[in-house]
């Protein structure tokens, strides 16, 4: 079962299906070998500085940093594959999600991202 991302600061539907990852392998794993893209949501048990990697991913993607309270603290747009990003600020809530998204639900820094249909 997905999980839907809302963009609540502007009332827009980021994602409709996206996939909650809770293991450490999957969050290690994150889009790695994947061909097409997806959204994958990844949570930590507390605030942390969480770097992206995009070896092994074949397609440019679009990912969000979340701080406790579900504010986009940090925003990358078309983060190409084979390059690393290490956000400047912490956070618990990372999404990654196909290249585009971010500009389409016109999401920036300090929106508040909400969640349901938590499996």
Not at 91 to 103: D, K
């Amino acid at each position: 079962m997905g999980v839907t991302i809302k963009n609540r600061t502007k009332g827009m539907v980021i994602s409709s299906c996206a996939d909650v990852v809770s293991s450490t392998i999957g969050k290690a794993k994150g889009l790695m070998f994947t061909f097409r893209p997806v959204t994958l949501v990844m949570r930590f048990s507390s605030p942390r500085i969480v770097s992206l990697h995009m070896f092994f991913v074949f397609h440019p993607i679009d990912a969000l940093w979340l701080a406790e309270d579900g504010s986009v603290v940090e925003a990358l747009e078309w983060f190409r594959p084979f390059s690393i990003h290490t956000p400047r600020s912490k956070a618990v809530t990372v999404i990654e999600m196909p290249a585009g998204t971010i500009r389409k639900s016109n999401t920036h820094v300090g929106d508040r991202i909400g969640f349901s249909g938590h499996p």
